[in-house]
């Protein structure tokens, strides 16, 4: 079935698409879309079967199987096959160089981003709540133990600056609502403040 005419062309695409058309065939499809005039509703193909037709000679690989050999693995229309083309030297260092790339940048992600600062460890276990969930990484809840703990020792340090500074008040009114000339009362007062 070499000769693919308008009558027999859907058939014979819809085997190509199966996988079931030989090597001649193939050629004698890539020829027909070749021809400028094309049936109405083909022009869509023609792309495709240009491309497939660039892949190039794949003729020594079907040279290289024996009739017999080729005779078993034909298949019947209703099993499925998978058709793998060749690949052209710079096709397979290209997908090599990709996979050495996708390789590089997930070692390089893997060692930094699951490293935590050994500071952080003596925190396992910690957790906050923000926006309803519960977040356990401690990359996220360190930091945050560690802000609230300033904005905590900040307000405990103006707690007691307040109460110095009250203190103060009390000591500096207690004296001056008494005579503080006499030594013995101005000796009591102070014991008695610095208590």
């Known amino acids: 079935m070499n000769q693919i005419d308008n009558s027999n062309i859907i058939h014979t695409i819809e085997r190509f698409m199966?996988?079931?058309t030989s090597i001649d065939e193939e050629k004698a499809l890539y020829a027909f879309f070749e021809?400028?005039?094309?049936?109405d509703g083909l022009e869509d193909y023609?792309?495709?079967?240009?491309?497939?037709?660039?892949?190039?000679?794949?003729?020594?690989?079907?040279h290289s199987v024996s009739p017999e050999v080729a005779a078993e693995n034909h298949t019947t229309a209703s099993e499925s096959t998978v058709r793998l083309l060749p690949f052209r030297p710079?096709?397979?260092l290209s997908?090599?160089?990709?996979l050495v790339l996708l390789f590089s940048v997930g070692f390089f992600l893997r060692d930094?981003?699951?490293?935590?600062?050994?500071?952080?460890l003596s925190y396992e276990g910690s957790y906050i709540i923000r926006d309803g969930k519960k977040i356990t990484d401690l990359r996220v809840v360190v930091p945050e133990i560690l802000r609230t703990e300033a904005i905590v020792n900040d307000r405990?340090?103006?707690?007691?600056?307040?109460?110095?500074?009250?203190e103060d008040m009390f000591d500096r009114s207690v004296l001056d609502s008494y005579d503080t000339s006499?030594?013995?009362?101005?000796?009591?007062?102070?014991a008695t403040l610095d208590y």
């Open 46 to 62: 023609r792309p495709m079967f240009a491309w497939y037709a660039s892949l190039g000679e794949s003729e020594a690989v079907s």
């Open 35 to 39: 021809r400028p005039d094309l049936p």
């Open 112 to 120: 930094t981003g699951s490293k935590i600062p050994e500071e952080y």
């Open 156 to 166: 405990l340090d103006a707690i007691d600056m307040s109460l110095e500074e009250g």
């Open 182 to 190: 006499d030594p013995e009362v101005r000796d009591l007062i102070y």
């Open 18 to 20: 199966a996988g079931e």
């Open 90 to 92: 710079w096709q397979w």
């Open 95 to 98: 997908i090599a160089a990709m």
